[in-house]
């Protein structure tokens, strides 16, 4: 039996939507999106974040899942089954790198929310009677033991998600978790426009200041955030598409990943800035929104035991559809390069990945005097991922698409055909993405 004919496939397009969807709704869309729409002025930002998933997001959405279906391989395979002995195999090993970084310090902020979701479900965080919910976020990420614990508990549920393999793992959980989270975010949204602030959160979120506009940093914080949130360049895409038959159709599929994963932000902007307003924090917080912010407001408001339970219920779950979504880049490189089983890949490659992370946790605390290039250990894995490899690897995917391969292929491996459509996202692919994604990529590392 060939490889081909072995290769796992996802058992239905919805299975296939709501894992690609999975992959992209995670802290990303929650965390990540909350304070950078609060730092960069709001309904600017969202009007200019919405023309970058439109006019770049989609159309790389597209070339990822196209180059995945094509050759039926992992993010490596693929450019080797597409263009071998070429130099675009390197995309693929960026995809591989930034798999194992990224996961490194995401399973790390992930398990401090499903500490979070535990101390809620057994009352509350215990910030005691001087300290207040700052002292407390520091306390628990300085610790040296307390972070790693609840790291290998996030790394052991993705893990075992991943070894259960493509359809009663991967699939099954996100046909759980998704619909389970898009309810979720859409009741918290609703109760949290009761809280008086809605009024100005609306605002916020949809009345643009017109003189933003006029400022840089909020076109590139924009198109750096579609790109973070919709998982480009790190080959979770190419690989969930790798597992999708020939007789799917992809245009729909990927405007589908587009819009829902969209959706899931913007509503969860719903849910979070009302309450910001509704007890007068500011809503450039930052990163620490989440964590100190959001808890002392919990505190405040009628119901704000349960409220803070399923956000960080939420937060968790999606913090996992998206783990799995990395883990499975690098075991599937591991399970056709070294002939390693599923079980096999996953739980060695999960190890390995935790044991990556644990520098990342500790460099809140007992290496907090480490720093590289001027940042601490987390930050500076996160530049490393978010601001060199994923740039790299999506510049590297549009140019491969644009120019690297034969235009009429592209075309029919798309779905577009030859058509209006077809033609204008090859353009995008051969001009405007490169040119936009090598700005975010100057400027993210000061040359521009």
């Given at each position: ?287 620490g929104l989440v964590f100190i912010t959001l808890p002392e407001i919990f505190a405040e408001m009628t119901g704000g035991m349960i409220f803070g339970f399923l956000f960080f219920f939420l937060l968790s779950a999606a913090a996992i559809t998206s783990g799995v979504s990395l883990l499975e880049v690098a075991v599937a490189y591991f399970m056709r390069r070294f002939s390693w089983s599923r079980k096999k890949a996953a739980v060695i490659i999960g190890g390995i990945i935790f044991v990556l992370g644990v520098p990342s946790s500790l460099g809140n605390g007992v290496l907090s005097h480490v ?78």
């Amino acid at each position: 039996m060939s490889a081909l004919q072995q290769r796992e496939q996802w058992g239905s397009k919805i299975g296939f939507i709501l894992a690609a969807m999975g992959s992209a709704v995670g802290l990303g869309n929650i965390w990540r999106f909350s304070y950078v729409t609060g730092e960069s002025g709001g309904a600017a930002f969202l009007l200019i974040y919405l023309a970058c998933i439109i006019a770049i997001g989609i159309p790389i959405l597209m070339a990822e899942f196209s180059i995945g279906r094509r050759a039926q391989s992992d993010v490596v395979g693929s450019f080797e089954t597409i263009a071998p002995g070429k130099p675009w195999v390197l995309a693929g090993f960026l995809g591989v790198a930034s798999a194992f970084i990224i996961l490194s310090f995401y399973g790390v902020v992930a398990g401090w929310s499903l500490h979070y979701f535990t101390q809620y479900f057994t009352g509350g965080p215990a910030i005691g009677d001087a300290g207040g919910y700052g002292d407390y976020f520091g306390g628990f990420i300085t610790s040296p033991v307390q972070p790693l614990f609840w790291q290998f508990l996030f790394m052991a549920l993705t893990v075992g998600i991943v070894y259960g393999g493509v359809k009663k793992g991967i699939e099954m959980w996100n046909k759980i978790l998704m619909p389970g989270l898009a309810l979720l975010v859409i009741g918290l949204a609703g109760y949290s426009l009761t809280l008086g602030g809605a009024g100005e959160a609306i605002t916020f979120l949809f009345a643009p200041d017109w003189s933003a506009f006029g400022d840089p940093e909020v076109y590139l914080a924009a198109l750096g955030q579609a790109f973070f949130s919709l998982s480009l360049g790190m080959g979770a895409l190419i690989t969930y598409g790798s597992y999708l038959s020939k007789e799917e159709k992809l245009p729909g599929a990927a405007v589908s990943v587009a819009t829902l994963d969209t959706l899931f932000a913007i509503i969860a902007g719903l849910m979070i800035f009302p309450a910001v307003f509704a007890f007068g924090i500011s809503p450039d917080s930052g990163p620490g929104l989440v964590f100190i912010t959001l808890p002392e407001i919990f505190a405040e408001m009628t119901g704000g035991m349960i409220f803070g339970f399923l956000f960080f219920f939420l937060l968790s779950a999606a913090a996992i559809t998206s783990g799995v979504s990395l883990l499975e880049v690098a075991v599937a490189y591991f399970m056709r390069r070294f002939s390693w089983s599923r079980k096999k890949a996953a739980v060695i490659i999960g190890g390995i990945i935790f044991v990556l992370g644990v520098p990342s946790s500790l460099g809140n605390g007992v290496l907090s005097h480490v720093t590289i290039g001027g940042l601490e250990i987390l930050d500076a894995a996160d530049f490393l991922a978010s601001n060199i490899f994923l740039p790299l690897g999506g510049l590297m995917i549009a140019l491969f698409v644009g120019w690297g391969w034969q235009k009429s292929d592209a075309l029919k491996e798309s779905d577009f055909g030859d058509t209006v459509f077809g033609n204008l996202w090859v353009f995008i692919l051969r001009f405007v993405a490169p040119i936009l994604i090598l700005i975010v990529f100057l400027n993210a590392i000061g040359l521009f």
